[in-house]
């Protein structure tokens, strides 16, 4: 039960806090819904109150029939596995990386992807404004390369790639 009002309460303060637009911020284009569904480990994101001192944290996007996204986040903290489930919407234009996202009905906070690799390999995700970053993969690690291409995204577009937290993705053991 603490668990999940944790969840709650965090995500709150993630909408509220990053409810703003940052017109400056554009979505991807192009996009394909349906090729982002599926699982996404964290590789990075700048510190938030939410996630403070969580490991192995992933998410799992799966398409329903209405057109909404179910959204399963789940990490660990300490030796307690944390979940929370919600749900996406597209927010933009057809093809844009422009979505709305909500764990705490019927506020929605904004899910960017500013950045995705042509095989959807890995994507960089913003809210509302420059306060919250995340970096995704398909896998628990990027490729020196990559991981190389994306600092430089983030630093032509003046995020503060030195606060960034790179994820820890262990192995789990579960009983």
């Not at 911020?25 to 109150?49: C, D, S």
Request: glycine share 8%; aromatic share 14%; proline share 6%.
């Amino acid at each position: 039960m603490k668990k999940n009002i944790f969840w709650c309460i965090s995500s709150c303060i993630m909408i509220l806090c990053g409810c703003q637009d940052d017109p400056g911020i554009p979505a991807v284009k192009n996009f394909q819904l349906e090729r982002y569904m599926g699982k996404w480990y964290e590789i990075a994101r700048l510190p938030n109150r939410f996630e403070c001192g969580m490991r192995n944290v992933s998410t799992v996007y799966t398409l329903q029939k209405n057109g909404m996204v179910k959204v399963f986040n789940h990490g660990i903290k300490g030796d307690r596995c944390i979940n929370i489930s919600g749900y996406a919407k597209p927010a933009g234009n057809i093809g844009s990386g422009d979505l709305k996202v909500s764990f705490f009905r019927p506020f929605y906070g904004m899910y960017r992807i500013i950045k995705l690799a042509p095989d959807y390999s890995y994507s960089i995700v913003v809210g509302g404004s420059r306060d919250y970053l995340w970096i995704l993969g398909r896998k628990p690690e990027l490729f020196p390369a990559e991981k190389q291409n994306i600092i430089e995204f983030l630093h032509r577009h003046r995020f503060p790639v030195d606060e960034l937290i790179w994820s820890w993705q262990s192995p789990v053991r579960m009983p």
